[in-house]
């Protein structure tokens, strides 16, 4: 009561909304019968586990993860697994986002002993050789050492 006095709210003239139904909403007959079409997009998984709406970003972390040095990327993967085998029942995700993250810095590792196997040794093609800069066997690509 006082309140509406002070404000100067009871001297503003209000005028009803005028809203013309049949001009928004769309008729029961005609053309407007048919459901509103819906684009539906997929958020499937590609074979790393990524899904392929995230492309651009995981280019991204992928250059990222090259600029990295052999230990770096040594370190975490060792440092990835022991967190897995400890801590990954406690995440959200169950440890599905480092996992992924883990089999990137695997395919990287992978990809550089290929990469410098075939640069030391062009003729050792699909036979298992000893890495002498890394200490580690280095495998025919498809078997193990």
Known sequence: MG???KSGCSKIKR???AINWKQLLPSSSGDDDRPTELLVTSKRKSKCG?????AQENHKEDLELQT???DEITEYIARSKRFLVTLS???PDRGEKLKATLQR???ELERRNKLELEKVLPEAK????RNLHHQQCLPNFLTEC
């Open 50 to 54: 990524r899904s392929e709406g995230d």
């Open 68 to 70: 990295k040095s052999y």
């Open 15 to 17: 005028r009803k909304l």
């Open 126 to 129: 699909g036979k298992v050789t």
């Open 105 to 107: 810095y695997e395919d």
């Open 3 to 5: 309140i509406e006095g």
């Open 89 to 91: 029942d406690k995440l």
